[in-house]
């Protein structure tokens, strides 16, 4: 089986959003962060969701794409996800 060592984490990395403390935790469990030739590719950000798809069409690696960060609250949320539905559809 496979070991993962390598993750490439793609999204808004600024100190309000949730990315930099994933990718702290990602690092304190020993994994390497890149885009270069990672074992899976993690993005919470629909605006990089197609970077995402790209880098893993690119290198035919897994992806997740997390939408739990998402503000459901917010009246066009479901338009939305109607719009990042293609890509939404391409995550492993």
Known sequence: MHKIKRISILGSDNFINTLPR???????????????NPDFIFCNDPPEFNKAVGLKNKINKPL?????DMPTHLTEFPDCVKRWSESLNQAD
């Open 22 to 36: 994933i990718r702290e935790g990602f690092i304190k469990l020993g994994y390497e962060i890149t885009n270069d």
């Open 64 to 68: 997740i794409l997390n939408v739990l």
